[in-house]
């Protein structure tokens, strides 16, 4: 059973640094390609980040170019989220997204996702 | 970048019902592969974000033949017929086809 598992969140003040993580199992985690995808409270989903199966390559929405890293593990299966500069805009759960298989994509399994609040 | 709409923010309906929800595109999704790269996606309280549709008609595995994926170049569809208490959600839209991928505004599907 495919499982995602985000870990991380929490209050961070403007200005500030935060990592998330997300460990993977029940799939071999380096055959896919792997997200980050972000809600703010009530409202809808936005795209934040995606890499490629080794992480030689990654893409990121506008809005977090710059101040977000996204990077990954193999050896432990596990996808990050290095968050700089945070902004109050920045306040969202932040859900870890499986691209589907080769290039179908689009993303086939989610996480439950963790909130993270950036407040002075 | 390409921008999605969907049109109506919450759709009113009973169980049984037939709905459709409309996801508008700002330039084509088609591909040089004949694919179009728009894909659905379902949103319950407490449960994790479930992908219905990709490739604008393909269901996932296990998606009930209720809901069905339509569509090309701008203009796609998510049908559901005979809709189930279940199916009481919010739908999102999601193009694929050009980095920043997007999102549509979300649909809510809310009993009448």
């Known amino acids: 059973e495919v499982q995602l598992v985000e870990s991380g969140g929490g209050l961070v003040q403007p200005g500030r640094s935060m990592k998330l993580s997300c460990a993977a199992s029940?799939?071999?985690?380096?055959?896919?390609?792997m997200a980050w995808v972000r809600q703010a409270p009530k409202k809808g989903l936005e795209w934040v980040a995606s890499i490629s199966y080794e992480g030689s390559s990654t893409y990121y929405g506008d809005s977090v170019k710059g101040r977000f890293t996204i990077s990954r593990d193999n050896a432990k299966s596990t996808l990050y989220l290095q968050m700089n500069s945070l902004r109050s805009e920045d306040t969202a759960t932040y859900y870890c997204?499986?691209?589907?298989?080769?290039?179908?994509?689009?993303?086939?399994?989610w996480g439950q996702g963790v909130m993270v609040t950036v407040s002075s | 970048q390409i921008m999605l709409t969907q049109q109506a923010e919450s759709l009113w309906i009973s169980p049984g019902e037939r709905v459709s929800i409309t996801c508008r595109a700002s330039?084509?999704?088609?591909?040089?592969?004949?694919?179009?790269?728009l894909s659905w996606y379902q949103q319950r309280p407490g449960q994790t974000t479930k992908a219905l549709i990709y490739?604008?008609?393909v269901r996932t595995d296990g998606v009930p033949t209720r809901f069905i994926g339509s569509g090309s170049g701008t203009e796609f569809t998510l049908s559901i017929e005979h809709v189930q208490p279940e199916d009481f959600a919010i739908y999102y839209c999601l193009q694929t086809l050009k980095s920043p991928y997007t999102f549509g505004a979300g649909t809510k599907l809310e009993l009448k």
């Open positions: 997204a499986r691209q589907g298989p080769g290039t179908t994509y689009y993303f086939d399994y």
């Open positions: 029940g799939f071999t985690f380096s055959d896919y390609y």
């Open positions: 330039q084509s999704l088609l591909y040089t592969d004949g694919k179009h790269y």
């Open positions: 490739h604008a008609s």
